[in-house]
């Protein structure tokens, strides 16, 4: 359950940032009456934490909770958070999610744990975005940090596509295989996700024309690829400040 988390003074100083992060954008951004996309990830399960303790405490109230992901739904079910869904709240004033990595045009690599589509729809309905993350996420450009971009994939597309995105794109591709099971990883939409191992150091690269070629391609759901719609993100440092970025264009 994520309402039995340590101490912070007992916590690794990575998990403290990850806290900090999480508390001050909810401070900052989340509201009473607020209709709220939940991302998924390490550092959202201490959002979770937050909103359970202003909507016990009545700070918080007559919010609702859309989760992108079964784990985050848990989360909030557990917590006693209101839960639904975009069938019932399609449009929301805010998603607050994690991401692998960001870098300085606020673009952002998000997937490693494997919800990216369900992320992108959520955060598609929301009015405002922001990213909660800690300083090893931080990079000045895309795969200083991380070194794949994720992509959902229907199952019966995922040999082809081994190969032809590579062929188009450069790079290699990697079937993501699950840790616990023999087997591809399976998404929340029974799908599979091919960890696309990008060429690194390629000057002027336009991510915005690699999504959209991607996303046109049969076969793929979606990408991790998140462009131009974070409004702002708060990293969390090791001394214990968090620093919001604000993206300029977005305000």
Known sequence: MVTTTAPEAEMAPIEQAKKRAAYACGEKYVHSGCRLGVGSGSTVKYLVEYLKQGYQNGQL??????????????????????????????????????????DGQFTCIKGGGGCLAQEKIVQTAAKHFYVIADYLKDSKHLGDRYPAV?????????????????????G?????????????????????????????????????????RL???????????????????????SDGSVKEIVNAKKH
Request: glycine letters at 8%; proline letters at 8%.
């Open 61 to 102: 109230k007559d919010i609702i909770c859309v989760p992108t992901s079964f784990l985050t739904k848990q989360w909030l079910i557990e917590s006693g958070l209101p839960v639904s869904d975009l069938d019932s709240h399609p449009e929301l004033d805010v998603c607050i999610d994690g991401a692998d990595e960001v």
């Open 150 to 170: 994720p992509i959902e994939v229907l199952p019966p597309a995922s040999q082809p596509l081994l190969l032809s995105i590579p062929r188009a794109e450069g």
């Open 172 to 212: 290699s591709c990697q079937l993501r295989q699950a840790t616990k099971k023999c087997g591809p990883v399976v998404t929340d939409n029974g799908n599979f996700i091919i960890d696309w191992q990008f060429e690194k150091n390629v000057s002027g690269r336009d991510w915005l024309a690699i999504q959209q």
């Open 215 to 237: 996303a046109n391609t049969p076969g793929i759901v979606e990408t991790g690829l998140f462009i131009g719609c974070v409004d702002a993100v708060f990293f969390a440092y």
